[in-house]
């Protein structure tokens, strides 16, 4: 059966790249791939190939595989150094950029694992384009270039090429990256691994040291993507999957484990609301007292994904009080992105350099901007997440896939750092439970808890309309509430690829992102009972 084709992505111009490569006969990683370049070129302020990635792909019938792109802390970085500097690692510069870019070794796995025909030239030469010709900013990279003008205007090649005459980018401004064309070509001719063990990583390497980073060619030598099995747990609609460490994929499971033996419960949208709220409270307390580097973990996480621990949180939450919350999340930026092929693979990426512009740490010779992954890392040697040569740090980003009972297949997620477990919550239960359309669920209004991209509050955030209606109500509960305004980019940026059992898609983007989704021809299958 040839399956419908489906993108989406929260950039419009890497939604056109994929479809196409779609399309073209490719396979969803081929037009993942694409899209992966082309959005690092776009967004550089979301995602960059100087940051991680982390790829769940799931062939139709086969158990869906996850690929770990994360890159590790410096093999020689010298803790000590770090904790005489100040009790929070550096938030920007060459010191900051402490950990290995592990994407595009995800990118060459993908294409291993899910292999076509297409060559990497034909996957990369869009992205190559885009990055010569240059690029228009939008709202996002223009708020985002205020937002880091204090922290990164100091960084001198970061100011020469993501600044204006040392003032922040607006609307409609133009943004060129000739050398990371001159990358991706050398990648499309040498292939994806000499990032990592060419000439591209001897140059790379070279830029990271004059830059003051810890990283060297050996950690470039080093570094290797990753095959894993997902975290997966079964709900009352469906199976459900979610990557492992050192990802927060638990707790995005857990919140919806939960909800699923509450939902009933779930008597008006005040209800929904408030019992998805606490179900991210005890699936946080959980994340935050585990999650780290797979090696050392506590138990597998998959233990924490069983009946009774999932009882045990459901027992912990009360219909009518909120649970206390001193909460202290971080910020994130990341890009998600969905895509389905004629073969009935889905694939549920996310690629990101954790804070916008990652650590401003931008490498001239070769157009990289570097992550800062590094905030992920505690200096006190007692902390599960300290930082240690060679060790992964905690990652937000979860790409989310879920088989249903009914026959359907959802690839999901969001980014937005800590609110992506409760974004992918929220989408996920209006669709499923409360009857929602696919782009309804995802463009309502949306809330948020805790503290993300840089506000120092860890209240429940409601954009403006949800507040008017239900803010006094969940105020009455014990939650501490304030507002945003709507179609906030600080709720995330969602999207959605669902397939049903004929090989019929249906997909949706986020109203607050610049993205869209695109559908190939769908046709019926004869056999297809109506």
Not at 27 to 54: K, L, R
Not at 482 to 494: K, P, S, Y
């Amino acid at each position: 059966m040839k399956h419908q084709t489906a993108f989406t992505a929260p950039h419009f111009k890497a939604t056109q790249v994929g479809q196409q490569i779609l399309d073209a006969g490719g396979t969803a990683s081929e037009a993942m791939v694409a899209a992966a370049a082309m959005i690092a070129v776009q967004y550089p302020h979301m995602n960059s190939i100087g940051g991680d990635s982390f790829w769940l792909i799931a062939k139709a019938g086969q158990t869906p595989i996850a690929i770990d792109g994360c890159g590790a802390a410096a093999l020689n970085v010298e803790v000590e150094h770090y904790r005489a500097l100040g009790d929070e690692l550096p938030f920007s510069g060459g010191e900051s950029a402490i950990t290995m870019a592990g994407t595009i070794s995800a990118w060459q796995k993908a294409l291993e694992v899910d292999a076509g025909t297409l060559t990497l030239k034909t996957l990369l030469q869009p992205a190559m384009d885009a990055a010569r010709k240059g690029i228009e900013v939008t709202q996002s990279l223009a708020s985002a270039s205020e937002k880091t003008f204090d922290r990164l205007a100091s960084q001198q090649a970061f100011a020469q090429n993501f600044l204006k005459q040392g003032k922040t980018l607006n609307i409609g401004d133009t943004l060129v990256n000739e050398a990371l064309a001159n990358t991706l070509q050398q990648l499309a001719e040498h292939g994806l691994d000499a990032f990592y063990r060419g000439e591209i990583a001897d140059l790379v390497a070279k830029e990271l040291q004059s830059a003051g980073s810890p990283l060297t060619l050996d950690d470039f030598h080093n570094h290797q993507a990753k095959v894993m099995a997902p975290l997966t747990v079964n709900t009352s609609k469906g199976r459900l999957y979610n990557f492992g460490a050192p990802t927060q994929g638990v707790a995005s499971l857990l919140i919806l484990a939960i909800y699923d033996r509450l939902a009933s419960q779930a008597k008006s949208e005040v209800d929904h609301i408030h019992l998805l709220v606490e179900a991210t409270k005890q699936a946080f307390i959980i994340r935050d007292r585990e999650v780290c580097d797979e090696e050392l973990l506590s138990l597998p996480l998959q233990e924490w994904l069983s009946d009774s621990v999932i009882e045990q949180c459901v027992q912990n939450v009360s219909m009518r009080k909120a649970s206390p919350w001193p909460y202290q999340a971080k910020p994130g930026d990341t890009v998600w992105m969905g895509a389905s092929d004629q073969y009935g693979t889905m694939v549920s990426f996310i690629q990101s350099v954790y804070w916008e512009f990652g650590s401003g740490v931008f490498l001239p010779e070769t157009g990289i901007l570097w992550n800062i992954r590094s905030k992920s890392f505690s200096l006190d040697a007692r902390h599960h997440n300290v930082l240690a040569p060679g060790k992964k740090p905690f990652h937000t980003l979860n790409p989310a896939y879920a088989e249903l009972i009914d026959g359907r297949r959802m690839s999901y997620g969001t980014m937005g750092g800590e609110g992506q477990p409760q974004t992918q919550a929220c989408l996920f239960s209006r669709y499923h439970y409360q009857n929602f359309s696919l782009s309804n669920a995802i463009a309502a209004p949306r809330w948020l808890l805790g503290r993300t991209w840089g506000n120092n509050t860890n209240n429940l955030r409601l954009e403006q309309s949800l507040y008017d209606q239900y803010g006094d109500a969940l105020k009455q509960r014990g939650h501490e509430v304030t507002f945003v305004a709507d179609c906030n980019e600080l709720m995330g940026h969602a999207g959605a690829i669902i397939l049903d059992s004929h090989g019929k898609a249906c997909a949706t983007s986020d109203p607050r992102s610049d993205g869209t989704c695109l559908l190939g021809e769908y046709h019926d299958h004869p056999k297809r009972i109506i």
